[in-house]
């Protein structure tokens, strides 16, 4: 094969079914991609619309399905055709599903149910049941009361598909609480779980006597992290939080002494008590400050990517290391942009350690390596870079002054030109399909499905190239 024909996605395929690839999950997932890649690229791939749908209420995605009416109605999006693959009956809005997680079975552990191999939805619903749901047939496979002394809202991942943290709506002192002098304290909660078998971690009070004006706070990857208005954030770590100020451990389905009442644990009406209660200041691991709380951590070895915290630094990005605050070389990224919204920056979630800055135009990848010579220290190089391939779009600007004169300014649009975007985009691609979600004003939402196809014209073309280029080959070596 010449260096520069392009690798035959047939002959990978049988190679792969008889095994020639390395015993590496790593080396087949490559092999996949690279021929999914040579699939996407090739001129002669488009994308055509297949499916659209509108709703009232938000349309979520989720590896290859679809979810309308708050998580209640499925649709699968594998096949050519959308299809539906279950609707859950009709609930009044109190009981409405107003979050969910999709859960997948690790690979090689061994779970009690058979029920448990396969794919789950997590969800939260608006009268506190967190609910495991069978994501295939919408079958109510647990479920588990959570508490009535708050209102949970919000689901999210603490590790990725093993622990999972829901947070409470923030409690706001009422009108009539100020009045009478009372002081609200507790300013959210946050109730953490293992996955799959459900098992309670605890529930921990966020208290505004102990963390101050706290505007937000969230779990991720066992560490607390506590953000306040003046762009302030502080981590904590969650384990030394739960081994000083557990003040009992808590087993799900276990009957429970708590405050003079008798309950079990996860059952309607006694819930799950707070049992992690904070009542000194715990250890501090790191702070700093950051425009809008922007904070990141990632990147070998840690670094962590702010916004310095004064309103003209919107948009500009420093990347320092977490051991000792230092900028690394390079550290200070700025897009040269011009739109109404910033642009944005993240480290690259496959753990490459890579960083992705996105704009309305372009998309940089950036890469973090040791300076030679210096490894203590570390620089920010440009790996590739994306551009969208737009037209320079201009409009004329026509001002008729007093005397009758006609004036003609030529000017450029925005980037994100209002008039083009007013309202928010969700783009997903997934093997061999797009998916558009959009939200407009008026609070419709719409997905558009998108499927791959190859024009067969060039592909015969393609395939009667390599025929000839075999038998010239075959009578060179006759």
């Known amino acids: 094969m010449g260096p520069n024909r392009k690798p035959n996605v047939c002959n990978q395929l049988s190679r792969r079914a008889l095994g020639f690839f390395a015993r590496d999950a790593g080396v087949v ?32 995605y989720e590896r290859g399905r679809i979810y309308f009416d708050n998580y209640r109605c499925c649709v699968s999006s594998v096949a050519s055709e959308p299809r539906k693959l279950y609707e859950m009956p009709k609930c009044p809005k109190s009981e409405k599903i107003e979050d969910a997680l999709l859960w997948e079975c690790p690979v090689g552990d061994v779970l009690s149910n ?40 919000y689901l999210s991942w603490d590790t990725p598909q093993e622990v999972i943290t829901i947070k409470s709506a923030q409690n706001k002192c009422s009108v009539l609480a ?26 921990v009070e966020i208290n505004k006597r102990i963390f101050g004006n706290v505007t937000d706070a969230t779990l991720s990857h066992g560490i607390l992290i506590v953000m306040y208005s003046s762009g302030l954030v502080r981590l ?35 819930g799950i008590p707070c049992n992690i ?36 630094q919107k948009g500009v990005f420093h990347i320092c290391a977490l051991k000792d605050n230092s900028l690394a070389k390079n550290g200070i990224q700025e897009m040269d942009c011009c739109s109404l919204e910033s642009d944005w ?50 409009e004329n600007l026509i001002t008729v002054t007093a005397s009758g004169r006609v004036i003609k300014k ?31 004003p008026n609070r419709v939402f719409s997905c558009y499905v998108y499927q791959m196809v190859c024009d067969p014209g060039e592909e015969e073309e393609e395939e009667e190239e390599e025929e000839v280029e075999e038998e010239e080959i075959l009578n060179t070596n006759c």
């Open 236 to 270: 904590y770590s969650f384990q030394a939080i739960t081994e000083q100020f557990m003040q009992q451990k808590l087993d799900l389905g276990c009957a429970c002494r708590w405050g003079g009442t008798t309950g079990t644990v996860g059952e309607a009406p006694f």
């Open 410 to 440: 030529s000017f450029n649009l925005l980037d994100d030109d209002p008039e083009q975007e007013t309202y928010s985009h969700e783009v997903y691609f997934d093997r061999d399909l797009v998916l558009h979600i959009e939200q407009k």
């Open 114 to 153: 058979p029920s448990d191999y396969k794919s789950s939805l997590i969800a939260l619903t608006a009268h506190n049941w967190l609910l495991r749901i069978s994501a295939t047939t919408g079958k109510i496979l647990e479920k588990i009361y959570l508490a009535s002394y708050c209102k949970f809202r």
């Open 178 to 203: 100020h009045q009478a002098g009372i002081q609200q304290t507790v300013l959210l909660y946050l109730a953490v779980f293992q996955a799959l078998p459900f098992s309670l971690v605890g529930i």
């Open 345 to 394: 920056i993240y480290f690259h979630p496959d753990a490459s350690g890579r960083i992705i800055h996105v704009g309305p135009n372009q998309i940089k990848i950036l890469k973090l390596n040791e300076i030679e010579n210096n490894s203590s220290q570390h620089q920010i190089s440009e790996d590739f870079v994306i551009l969208a391939n737009r037209e320079n779009k201009k």
């Open 277 to 312: 209660k904070i009542t000194d200041s715990p250890p501090l691991l790191f702070e700093v400050s950051s425009l809008e709380n922007a904070f990141q951590i990632g990147g070998h070895p840690w670094h962590y990517i702010i916004t310095p915290n004064k309103k003209k």
């Open 29 to 60: 997932q490559r092999t996949n991609l690279g021929i999914l890649r040579v699939l996407v690229c090739q001129e002669s791939t488009k994308f055509k619309n297949v499916w659209t749908t509108h709703s009232k209420s938000p349309i979520a």
